[in-house]
């Protein structure tokens, strides 16, 4: 008469399916997080960045984007990389907008304590950090050559990284 409960074969073949399952899903899983927190900057990156057009338009009796760090940035689009100048304004990782220079204070000052667009948006992390693990701040800047205003993940010191509005970078791809 055969006991009732399972053979050690049975449980090794049961726990080697479990275990080939988990190879095959958890790979999968995570490119889905990364798509969602692509997704998540995204949409975050637009709403700074209209916000900032937004603070520029009520502004009209002077120019607020003035000032500000200049780099040369290199964005990778789907049309190859486009290299231009972009002048930072101001950078927020998680503690509200901070000017580059004392000429933009005035920009980040709005942002901070004016902008009903993006209340809180100095609180907004960056979600998704791609092949750079030190993306950790948002950069608001302007691209005179593009005359546009462009939101940029950067890292702790304010350098652009990856642009994320308008157009964003292959990584955000």
Avoid: Q
Wanted: proline share 2%; with cysteine.
């Amino acid at each position: 008469m055969r006991k009732k409960g399972f053979t050690l074969v049975e449980l090794v073949t049961v726990i080697a399916i479990i275990g080939v399952l988990t190879a095959i899903l958890i790979p999968s899983m995570l490119g889905y997080v990364n798509k969602a927190r692509k997704s998540a900057d995204k949409s975050s990156a637009s709403t700074i960045g209209k916000a900032a057009m937004g603070v520029n338009a009520e502004n009209t009796e002077k120019y607020v984007f003035s000032g500000g760090s200049d780099f040369t940035v290199s964005a990778l689009t789907a049309n190859g990389a486009e290299s231009y100048k972009f002048t930072a304004l101001c950078m927020s990782s998680g503690s509200g907008w901070t000017a580059f220079d004392s000429t933009a204070d005035e920009f980040a000052e709005i942002l901070n304590y004016e902008s009903d667009i993006i209340e809180g948006s100095g609180d907004i992390s960056v979600r998704y950090h791609g092949a750079r693990k030190d993306t950790d701040c948002w950069v608001i800047g302007y691209s005179s050559e593009n005359n546009r205003v462009e939101v940029w993940t950067g890292n702790n010191s304010g350098t652009p990284s990856y642009r994320v509005y308008p157009s964003p970078d292959k990584a955000y791809a």
